[in-house]
């Protein structure tokens, strides 16, 4: 069972930009579909972008246009660059897998707080 553990958050003003990584513990060539979600406060977790082995990708429309995900296999990252932040992408970003996510496992995430 691969593990992931995200990095990258912080505080940023708003149209600020972040980058985060979702570092895997093994290899992830096999993965299908690694996604970011995020969790805001008061909301349920919802999904931010997701790419495929192939590199398809496809973006929650709140998100669409500022967001970018991306993949590499030989490094086993994940990553997630985020531009022209808003307030309300403020929430605790994971990423996961599907059987992950079948068996209700979560890394702790990183915290993204975008300030006014």
């Known amino acids: 069972q691969v593990q992931l553990v995200e990095s990258g958050g912080g505080l940023v003003q708003a149209g600020g930009s972040l980058r985060l990584s979702c570092a895997a513990s093994g290899s992830i060539f096999s993965i299908n579909a690694i996604g970011w979600y995020r969790r805001a406060p008061g909301k349920q977790r919802e999904l931010v972008a997701r790419i495929t082995s192939g590199g398809s990708t496809d973006y929650a429309d709140s998100v669409k246009g500022r967001f970018s995900i991306s993949r590499d296999n030989a490094k086993n990252t994940v990553w997630l660059q985020m531009n022209s932040l808003k307030p309300e992408d403020t929430a605790v970003y994971y990423c996961?897998?599907?059987?992950?996510?079948?068996?209700?496992?979560w890394g702790q995430g990183t915290q993204v707080t975008v300030s006014s």
């Open positions: 996961n897998t599907p059987v992950r996510i079948a068996r209700d496992y």
